[in-house]
């Protein structure tokens, strides 16, 4: 009955997505994409192909489910998405899913690029991300998080955000961290040794043979960003933490760090 009562016993739709890319040698070698996943290939006039992840359900949300994955050899690849990612408010105690899958082998490049994540009030997902390398190739693993809708007022009290990354380079395990953002969220957000009260934060992870330039690059340009951000590097790989403010001076300052890594294109999708 449209009577306004809730069925607690009701199955709701969800949505499910996979898209899978390969590249070798330059060109293009499997292109798969299912549900709500899409994988799009914007012409390149020289430079890093492109892949461009659409989420054609519009968001995430409790139950749902995504797997993407991308494979680059002998070529240089960045993935990215089409627009930020929005974890909605989920409706029933069921968690999304979304797991990432990246391997770069032959003196390839691919890089992880996509654009935020916004964790709304009430969003339920977990997040899985795995690289698999040689010794001979390098990735750019890089995710940031908006913590509520901020242009809207919204604060984020309640939601459950769980993290896991697992990078390894010739079958060796060089990094590992995970992040859980659940119960009293408020106070992990404000605490000095959480957010500090920022908008949005972010983490660069980098792994390969440029690690020192890339380290030098980069430390170059800290001091001139509106944000806070830090650089570490240490057994074979660097890493970036960054927490801003306000939402778009991270998202400028993101776009200033990888453009002060020589060689490094920013996708182009970032600037529509």
Not at 6 to 21: E, F, H, K, L, W
Not at 42 to 57: D, F, I, M, Q, S
Not at 101 to 126: C, M, V, Y
Not at 191 to 212: F, K, N, W
Request: aromatic share 6%; net charge neutral; hydrophobic share 40%.
């Amino acid at each position: 009955m449209m009577d306004g009562t809730i069925n607690p016993g009701r199955t709701y739709q969800r949505s499910r997505g996979m898209a899978d890319v390969a590249f070798r040698a330059d060109e293009l070698e499997r292109l798969y994409q299912s549900g709500a996943a899409k994988a799009l290939l914007p012409r390149r006039h020289g430079g890093a192909h492109e892949v461009v992840l659409v989420n054609t359900a519009g968001g995430i949300t409790g139950g749902d489910a995504y797997s993407y994955g991308c494979t680059a050899s002998a070529t240089d690849v960045i993935v990215t998405t089409q627009a930020a990612e929005r974890a909605y408010r989920s409706s029933t105690a069921d968690i999304a899913s979304m797991d990432v899958k990246l391997g770069a082998s032959d003196g390839a490049s691919l890089h992880w690029l996509p654009q935020e994540t916004i964790l709304f009030d009430g969003s339920r997902i977990n997040r899985r991300i795995e690289v698999e390398l040689d010794a001979h190739s390098e990735c750019i693993v890089l995710e940031s998080l908006v913590f509520g809708r901020h242009a809207m007022g919204e604060t984020l009290r309640n939601c459950h955000f769980t993290d896991r990354w697992r990078i390894r380079r010739d079958g060796r395990l060089v990094h590992a961290e995970a992040l859980t953002l659940a119960h009293d969220v408020p106070a992990l957000l404000s605490a000095a040794s959480g957010a500090d009260g920022a908008q949005m934060a972010a983490t660069l992870l980098y792994v390969g043979p440029r690690l020192e330039q890339v380290r030098d690059e980069i430390a170059a340009t800290l001091p001139t960003l509106r944000s806070r951000a830090a650089v570490s590097s240490w057994q074979g790989r660097l890493v970036v933490r960054l927490i801003a403010a306000e939402t778009m001076w991270g998202k400028a300052d993101i776009a200033q760090i990888l453009n002060s890594m020589h060689g490094q294109q920013v996708p182009r999708v970032w600037q529509s």
